[in-house]
């Protein structure tokens, strides 16, 4: 019996990975993901996490000591980079796109009735444009009532606590586990497709001629996709931490629980094989059930913050998500790599995951036909 | 004792209002050949998947050297080729014979021993590292008929073997065949091509819709394609 189920397992595992299409499908795309758009999103995290330097030209038309002091704390702050003015008028400077923001010193500003004025290029970025009001406003008001520093003043008033990227993942974070996840649920694609082809040809059929037990025809085709589930998890780990590192500025950090790793990616193994082996059991034809794996599989995606990182969803499609096991097979590496999460934390999205898992095993089993 | 004894079998698709196999009964004795003939929808592939134990919600009986279906044991006396080519495609062909020697609970060096004697017998030997999805439609054929020789059947289900396949390898299956049946097997032939049964079998079952309408002895039978015509009408079965 063990025997035989070594064999059904070697036997399957053979087909899949000399399949080109599928190695594509479940190994090359992920990686393909995770680098394109890891690079891709790195600019949009840039801004949000590290805060990239508010760029702007400034005008001064006031040759008062104050407006002199204002124009050099604007240029020597560390958040600002500011840019040499070109000999046009404002809406010109705006309108090439050398800058979003034009700040006017103008004459008469030490008086306190000619106030600084800034020029924001119309389509700017709203929480730029707020970071860079409050910026200017707050050297604005040193430089006005003759404080040194306003940002030391400001700490004994407001201490900040957040921990660091606790709800945003970096690029790194976002995507290794969510394009993983994406690749592992689209194993239902060639299990499916595998399943009925073996029902078509009559290899299938062909194996109940033998004394071999449905149980262990059903492992020997559960077993070998359950292992390439890990395996593509594992490689897409790899990429992460080892490759990808060379090409983007926030390496990969896999958190202080990393072991945490090994119990997640069963469960959404499991997840995913059982969605498969459903897709399997409920696809007629080789055609139906590819395209409803792999309609399924994007949708699952674009709910459960895999496409988007769930953190910045509209709240409608954030309380939509928990539909989705992605997302919680997401939220669940999540905890992992990014909030430290211990496994108390960790183990309900587990638990949402086996319970997916329990109920698509028993939809299959339901709906299967073998002959 | 026969080789194969089937008794008042009845078998019904669900779906479906009429039987598929309608209180079907013949035997077929040890050594024997044995044609099984009918037009499309006689019956000739549900009985082949009875015997085989793939379809048990059936009625009446079915025995196998004396014992009765469905068994798993008595499965490993039964050497079945079904009528489509059901070999893994992804597999070589030397692949494919550890499988199924695998599957019969054959253990390795047998299997393989095996594995290397049936492929010479179905000239195949030189293609063994192949994979099977590069072979022409006769290798696989004649590989589909390695995999039911594998295990050494004493009973031999062949359904349709030569369907589709060029002259050349139908003639190495008849030859293959015939040197079988020579020494000692059974075989049980589920073929639509007249020559081809009346050539290579002492016996033959003639079935239509899913009952026997002769079951006798080939030399009573002077031309069978004319006979099967004379039991089965001439109007064309596409359903």
Redesign the interface.
């Given at each position: 019996m063990t025997?035989?189920l070594?064999?059904l397992i070697?036997?399957e595992m053979?087909?899949v990975l000399?399949?080109r299409q599928t190695i594509m499908l479940l190994f090359l795309m992920p990686v393909a993901l995770i680098f394109f758009l890891s690079l891709a999103m790195e600019g949009v995290w840039t801004d949000k996490l590290t805060g990239r330097k508010i760029q702007l030209v400034v005008k001064n038309e006031s040759a008062s000591f104050k407006a002199k002091l204002l124009e050099q704390k604007i240029k020597a702050d560390p958040a600002i980079q500011a840019l040499d003015r070109p000999d046009q008028d404002n809406d010109l400077i705006l309108a090439d796109g050398k800058t979003q923001l034009v700040v006017t010193i103008p004459e008469g500003f030490e008086t306190g009735n000619h106030p600084v004025e800034l020029y924001f290029e119309p389509a700017i970025d709203a929480g730029y444009k707020i970071a860079a009001r409050s910026l200017i406003t707050s050297l604005a008001v040193e430089v006005v009532m003759d404080i040194d520093n306003l940002e030391a003043v400001m700490q004994a008033l407001i201490v900040e606590k957040t921990k660091p990227n606790r709800e945003l993942p970096t690029p790194l974070q976002q995507t290794v586990p969510a394009y993983a996840i994406f690749a592992m649920f689209f194993i239902s694609i060639p299990l499916s497709i595998g399943f009925l082809k073996e029902k078509?040809?009559?290899?299938l059929?062909?194996?109940?001629?033998?004394?071999?037990s449905t149980h262990l025809i059903t492992l020997g085709k559960i077993i070998p996709y359950y292992i390439i589930n890990i395996l593509q998890f594992i490689l897409m780990l790899l990429v992460g931490v080892f490759i990808m590192q060379h090409f983007i500025s926030h390496a990969f950090y896999l958190g202080e629980h990393p072991w945490q790793m090994i119990p997640v990616t069963l469960a959404v193994a499991a997840a995913t094989t059982g969605f498969g082996v459903m897709i399997a059991a409920v696809g007629r034809t080789q055609e139906q059930a590819s395209t409803l794996a792999a309609v399924s599989a994007v949708l699952m995606a674009v709910f459960g913050g895999i496409m988007v990182p769930h953190a910045v969803l509209p709240a409608v499609l954030k309380k939509a998500a928990v539909i989705s096991p992605m997302y919680w097979a997401h939220q669940a590496y999540l905890d992992i790599f990014l909030r430290a999460a211990p496994f108390s934390g960790v183990a309900p999205k587990l638990i949402v995951l086996t319970i997916f898992a329990v109920i698509c095993f028993y939809i299959a089993g339901r709906r299967v036909k073998w002959? | 004792m026969n080789a194969l004894d089937i008794s008042a079998v009845t078998y019904s698709y669900g779906n479906k209002a009429a039987n598929a196999l309608n209180n079907f009964s013949m035997s077929v004795a040890p050594g024997s050949m044995h044609a099984l003939v009918g037009p499309n929808g006689a019956g000739k592939s549900t009985l082949m998947?009875v015997i085989?134990?793939?379809?048990r919600s059936y009625a009446g009986r079915v025995t196998i050297y004396g014992r009765t279906m469905p068994d798993?044991?008595t499965?490993?006396s039964?050497g079945?080729a079904?009528?489509?080519?059901?070999?893994?495609?992804?597999?070589t062909a030397m692949?494919n014979l550890?499988?199924?020697g695998?599957?019969?609970?054959m253990p390795k060096t047998r299997a393989a021993s095996r594995a290397q004697e049936v492929l010479e017998q179905t000239g195949l030997a030189d293609h063994a590292r192949q994979?099977v999805s590069t072979y022409s439609g006769g290798m696989q054929r004649r590989l589909n008929l390695a995999?039911a020789l594998l295990h050494s059947p004493l009973l031999l289900l062949l359904d349709e073997p030569t369907v589709g396949i060029d002259p050349q390898s139908r003639y190495h299956i008849y030859e293959t065949l015939t040197a079988l049946n020579a020494a000692g097997m059974t075989v049980l032939l589920s073929t639509h091509i007249m020559e081809e049964a009346q050539r290579l079998c002492r016996a033959v079952t003639l079935a239509d819709k899913g009952t026997v309408i002769y079951d006798g002895p080939m030399s009573e039978i002077d031309n069978l394609e004319r006979f099967f015509l004379e039991k089965t009408g001439r109007g064309l079965r596409d359903d």
């Open positions: 025997g035989q070594k064999e070697r036997k053979l087909i000399r399949d078509n040809d009559g290899t059929q062909r194996l109940f001629t033998y004394p071999v002959i | 998947r085989t134990g793939q379809f798993r044991d499965l490993l039964i079945y079904p009528q489509p080519i059901s070999v893994y495609t992804g597999l692949e550890l499988f199924f695998a599957m019969a609970g994979l995999v």
